[in-house]
């Protein structure tokens, strides 16, 4: 059962890896666009997307404070879910 579980730990990471690669070569030729995100909205729905994670390892989601930034939306999410999950890892 751990040599299962290990294999397909590792079988998700390859997949988010592989997933990241064909994410960064589509958009390499691509110009990025920018406005003004608001943080603690995208904060707040990538926590919201986890949460079920997170409460089965006994761990609590929360983001407060606020901050406007000037970047791609898209982008930035992706990064708060890669940081969030591999935090749960």
């Known amino acids: 059962v ?3 579980q290990s294999l397909l730990e590792e079988a998700d990471q390859l ?3 592989t997933a ?7 958009s390499a030729g691509a110009r ?3 406005e003004p995100v608001d943080v603690l909205s995208q ?3 990538v926590l919201a997307f986890f949460e079920i994670s997170a409460e ?3 761990i609590r989601l ?3 404070g606020t901050a406007v930034i000037e970047a791609n939306a898209s982008l930035l999410r992706r990064a708060l879910s890669n940081l969030v999950d591999n935090a749960l890892k």
């Open 2 to 4: 751990d040599v299962l």
């Open 15 to 17: 997949r988010r890896m």
């Open 20 to 26: 990241d690669m064909l994410f960064i070569t589509s």
């Open 32 to 34: 990025l666009t920018t």
């Open 43 to 45: 904060v707040t729905a």
């Open 56 to 58: 089965e390892r006994g």
């Open 62 to 64: 929360q983001a407060a």
